[in-house]
């Protein structure tokens, strides 16, 4: 009786399996499996069209038609709606960061649903990211895109959630607020938050990530571990051309 009990104790954090999600009748997802323990910081990468978006829109259950499993600590959300699965601890940060033009930083701040106890503060954000403190009464319209994708993040730490799903963060950033993004996710590796990253910019990914799964024809086709990046070269610039 004893070996079920260690099998269970062993389940990923999180696991993909066999994910399979359609745009329609375009089959973009065709097989996606990985998997990421607890307080790691991992990343899909891969070329534009590969289905590293697609995979955090079916995890999160946007998609009207997906097939395969996710498990969440042990639950299977595969079946589940969005809001039941953000209520389960993950937190889905969009590339189009889906802020709230006409309210103002802290009233973005505030607007969504704590789902569990721990969740940050508005002042504690405001440390991580001044630039919000300094804009904290400019309405959404109003902030240059770092200060959106700051807002973004910062909105998803006042839920409580601990596991983040971060969709290109760095995209069209100036190299400051890329550095301060990268600063952040460090910190909150640290604090024992898991990320999960899709990221174009593989430099960046790189200088933060545990483990890379390279992405391509909607499913994962390589894993590396951010210590072995120097040994793949060769693989790394077949599938991203780095």
């Known amino acids: ?27 973009v997802l065709q097989g996606m499996s990985f998997s990421i323990a607890e307080g790691e910081l991992v990343t899909l990468l891969g070329r534009n069209g590969a289905g590293k978006t697609t995979t955090l829109r079916a995890m999160m259950g ?5 097939q395969g499993s996710v498990r969440y600590r ?67 319209n109003k902030l240059s895109g770092g200060e959106q994708q700051m807002l973004a993040i910062g909105r998803i730490l ?30 909150l590796k640290a604090r024992g938050f898991t990320i999960l990253l899709v990221e174009q910019n593989f430099h960046f990914a790189a200088t933060i990530a545990d483990r890379h799964h390279l992405v391509e024809h909607g499913q994962v086709v390589a894993m590396i571990p951010n210590d072995e990046l120097d040994a793949q070269r060769d693989l790394l610039r077949h599938h991203l051309g780095v």
């Open 158 to 187: 006042r839920t409580g959630a601990r596991t983040l799903l971060l969709d290109e963060p760095t995209e069209g950033l100036a190299p400051v607020i890329v550095q301060r993004i990268g600063e952040v996710l460090r910190l």
């Open 62 to 66: 946007i998609l009207d038609r997906r």
């Open 1 to 27: 009786m004893a070996e079920p009990a260690r099998q269970a104790a062993a389940a990923p954090f999180l696991e993909i399996r066999d994910l399979n999600a359609w745009y329609g009748e375009s089959h």
């Open 74 to 140: 042990g639950e299977e959300l595969i079946g589940a709606r969005s809001y039941r699965i953000a209520r389960a601890g993950l937190a889905y940060c969009p590339e189009e960061r889906g802020i709230f033009a006409s309210l103002n930083v802290e009233e973005n701040l505030k607007l969504l649903p704590i789902i569990d106890k721990g969740g940050m503060a508005v002042e504690e954000i405001y440390e991580l990211f001044p630039n919000l403190a300094e804009r904290r009464r400019s309405d959404g």
